[in-house]
């Protein structure tokens, strides 16, 4: 269990470093640049965005886009984005954090 605290505790602060979001009160952007930095710890991971994109699919496609070309920014992640149009979601559409080439720690 400390463990477990531990390791979100880390994330979240690095969620906010990384991020510059508030993700206390924006659900989407939290899991997605929580999703992200998990990517980055561990390379084959994917996450399922389903329950988010019944609300508001192209809300989420827009935070993915943006919350990528901050990465991008920030230099978590060292290869552009080259499609914005390539981020459609639907309610069967599994995301893979494949956009990019991550820096290496």
């Given at each position: 269990?400390?463990?477990?605290?531990e390791?979100?505790?880390?994330r979240?602060?690095?969620?906010?470093?990384?991020?510059?979001?508030?993700?206390?009160?924006?659900?989407?952007?939290?899991?997605l640049?929580?999703?992200?930095?998990?990517?980055?710890?561990?390379?084959?991971?994917?996450?399922?965005?389903?329950?988010?994109?019944?609300?508001?699919?192209?809300?989420?496609?827009?935070?993915?886009?943006?919350?990528?070309?901050?990465?991008?920014?920030?230099?978590?992640?060292?290869?552009?984005?080259?499609?914005?149009?390539?981020?459609?979601?639907?309610?069967?559409?599994m995301?893979?954090?494949?956009?990019?080439?991550?820096?290496?720690?």
């Amino acid at each position: 269990m400390e463990k477990t605290q531990e390791t979100v505790s880390r994330r979240l602060d690095k969620i906010n470093e990384v991020s510059g979001l508030n993700y206390e009160s924006n659900v989407a952007n939290w899991i997605l640049i929580d999703f992200l930095i998990l990517d980055i710890e561990h390379k084959r991971t994917s996450l399922s965005f389903d329950d988010l994109t019944k609300e508001n699919p192209k809300a989420l496609a827009y935070q993915i886009k943006n919350a990528l070309k901050l990465l991008c920014k920030k230099q978590i992640l060292i290869k552009p984005i080259k499609d914005a149009n390539y981020y459609s979601l639907n309610n069967e559409y599994m995301i893979k954090i494949r956009f990019g080439i991550f820096k290496e720690n």
